[in-house]
Every structure is written in C-alpha cells, then in structure tokens.
C-alpha cells in the first residue's frame, strides 16, 4: 500500500510567522502590515493571512489592487503595494455579520493555510486573531511556523494576556521571535509621555528570556494610514518619518532573532517515506536516518486510547506485528500525526520522541 504523500503546499515559503497578541486593539494588524511593508521595501516578497475570521480588519489597511482568484480547490491572495493577502473580508461583503460557528472557522483557515497558492515567500506573517482557544491551536497544528512575534501595548492588561498567548506557543513548541510593544509612548513637542505606562515590553521580554524588537509609539500617522488604506512608506502619502526607521529596524531585528533561532532549531525530518510494507524512513536534518516499524511506533502511541491520562501508564494492548499506516500528517514543525490501520489516530509523535526511538 503506498503512503499518501504529506501535502506540504508551503515548500517555497521561507519564514512563517505568528503576529499575536492574545487580546484585541493593541494593534497587531497594524504591526503586521507596517512590518510586512518594511520587508518588501527592503527587497523581500512577502505574504500575510488574516486569520480573524470574525473582524477581518486588513482589507481596509491593504485595499486589493488585485482581488483574490479562486480556481477549484486552490486560492490566489490578493495583492497591494505588492504584498499578497488573504482575508476572509474578501470573501463577504462590509456589512454583512460574521456568524461563523468555531468548526466553520477552524476550516476557513485551514482552507487560508493549505490551499493558497503563494509562490514562492521569504516572509508569511500570519495575523493571528485575538484568544488562546480552538481556532489558534489549529493554526499552530496546520502552519509550519518559524516563531511567533509578541505584541503587546505596555499595559498590564494587555501583558496579561500576551502571556497566556506564549504559554500556548510554549506548549505547541513555537519559537518566540521576540516582543514588540505598541502604544508605547506619544511624542509632545518631541517630549514622550508613557500614556499606558512604561516599560511593560521590556520587562515581558526579559522575563521570557526574548529580545524586545522595538517600540512603536502612539502616533496619528499610523491610524489614518490603516484608515485610508495608504503606506507609511510611500512618500507621497506621509512624508519619511521616524516611524518607517522605527519599522526597518524592527525588520531587522526579525531578521537577526530568526538567524539565532534557526540556528539552534532542533530536530527536524526533512523527509518521510515508506521503505516497505512495514517500515518508515525519516531522514533527519542532522543527516542521520532513522528507520521505524509500524508495529513498534504503534506499541509508543501517546494518544488517550493507548496511554492513561492520569497515570501516565500504558494500557495493556497487544499490537498486531502487521500493523501498517494509512496516513501521516505534519503538526506544525515539530511532530508527526499517524493513522494506524488498528484505528489509533490521534496520537502526536515529537520528532524529538521519533528520534530517540529511531533504530539506527
Ligand atoms: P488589533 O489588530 O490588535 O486588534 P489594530 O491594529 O486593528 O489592533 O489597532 C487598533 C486601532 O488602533 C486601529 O484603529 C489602529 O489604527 C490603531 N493603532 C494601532 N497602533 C497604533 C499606533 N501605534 N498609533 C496610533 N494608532 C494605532
């Protein structure tokens, strides 16, 4: 029985990021499109997905010059300013209410995740939208991410919260690029004045152990930009500001702190494939090969039918030596999912697990 093969439709997307916040109006979209603005003035392509299904906000910041193409099964984004998006705002219209029950929206972006045809991408920024729940545990478990960027105003509130949201990256193994704090400050007669406090950024990256990546201050160009659907960075709009150094230089410290951890990123299978009928081969970044009886995985299968939860112990089972796999999915970039013909199917393999137990 040949093994499906892993759809992977990111292959040529270099970087995939969270921008996250863990709560609203702290202004993640607006980080998002300025940072993705900044990436393509310095020369990178660049591709950002809305994920907030419920208040897509980024079709009024990046009205489309080009609107989204559907062909079957495969979505084109939009483009502007030469970034492409993918928003579910462009798929309804302005005013309409945005019912969607959590199941609908985990498969609308899935759907923003699996089947859009980006090209080839130096940059992904997924804008994530607000909570720690369903909808962003699955973008998690679906995207290959490269890490996540923190935003956060400095407010204790919204700390708060940003913590929740790193817990979460934490548990599903995410990199954390670095904390940018937003609404730092606002300049009177070229006087800042620390309107939500001061400092919260610094201490939260400190705390986790991250860099901080910049301070954003409050500043009226930033809202009409995103308002009037025009970029900071086009000089007939805004002028050169300080406020587009302030994103160059956040897009650089992107940059170095995604150099560091990808330096130190561990374990990573760089290919799957069945040998026979009853073994898998792994190829490894390391340059090692790991090889694995279906049998033997489905005798370490962590999933809540094979492994108490409470306890922690196995439960007795007697797996059948001819065992095969139906089926294997990625989780994120850090774990395997398989299907077993026994029906065991939930179970989350870690490559760090997968190389530990490999034979070779
Ligand atoms: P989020 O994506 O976190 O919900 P938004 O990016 O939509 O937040 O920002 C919320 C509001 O605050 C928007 O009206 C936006 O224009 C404004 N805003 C965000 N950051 C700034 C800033 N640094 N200066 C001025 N206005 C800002």
Redesign the pocket.
């Given at each position: 029985m040949p093994l499906p093969m892993i759809k992977d439709s990111k292959k040529s997307i270099k970087n995939i990021i969270a921008i996250a916040?863990g709560?609203?109006?702290?202004?993640?979209?607006?980080?998002t499109v300025n940072l993705a603005l900044a990436l393509k003035k310095r020369g990178f392509s660049v591709g950002i997905i809305d994920t907030d299904v419920y208040g897509p906000?980024l079709k009024k910041m990046l009205p489309p010059e080009q609107p989204p193409l559907q062909k079957e099964q495969t979505l084109f984004p939009a483009t502007c300013s030469g970034i492409k998006v993918i928003s579910m705002a462009y798929f309804r219209k302005e005013e309409e209410a945005s019912a969607v029950r959590a199941p609908i929206a985990n498969g609308i972006v899935t759907q923003f995740i699996k089947n859009v045809d980006w090209g080839n991408l130096d940059f992904l920024l997924i804008?994530f939208p607000?909570g720690t729940g369903d909808i962003q545990i699955t973008i998690c478990q679906q995207a290959a991410l490269t890490g996540a960027l923190m935003?956060t105003t400095p407010q204790e509130v919204a700390i708060m919260d940003v913590k929740k949201a790193m817990n979460l990256f934490d548990q599903l193994r995410v990199p954390i690029i670095g904390v940018i704090e937003?609404?730092s400050y606002y300049l009177s007669n070229s006087q800042p004045i620390y309107l939500f406090g001061k400092g919260g950024g610094e201490k939260l990256a400190r705390e986790a152990g991250v860099p901080l990546l910049g301070e954003?201050?409050?500043?009226?160009i930033?809202?009409q930009s995103?308002?009037q659907g025009k970029s900071i960075f086009n000089e007939t709009n805004f002028g050169e500001t300080t406020l587009t150094e302030t994103f160059f230089n956040i897009a650089e410290r992107v940059m170095q702190s995604l150099d560091v951890i990808k330096e130190s990123s561990e374990k990573t299978a760089l290919s799957i494939k069945q040998k026979d009928n009853s073994t898998l081969l792994i190829h490894w970044n390391d340059g090692s090969i790991g090889e694995y009886r279906f049998s033997e995985l489905q005798k370490n299968c962590p999933c809540a039918n094979c492994v108490d939860e409470t306890t922690g112990k196995r439960f007795p089972n007697s797996v059948r030596e001819d065992v095969q796999v139906r089926n294997i999915q990625k989780v994120g970039r850090y774990a395997l999912k398989f299907e077993f013909t026994s029906g065991c199917s939930s179970g989350i393999f870690s490559y760090e697990m997968l190389h530990l137990c490999s034979k070779n």
């Open positions: 916040a709560k609203g109006g702290v202004g993640k979209s607006t980080i906000s804008d607000p935003i937003n609404m954003v201050p409050v500043d009226p930033l809202s995103g308002d």
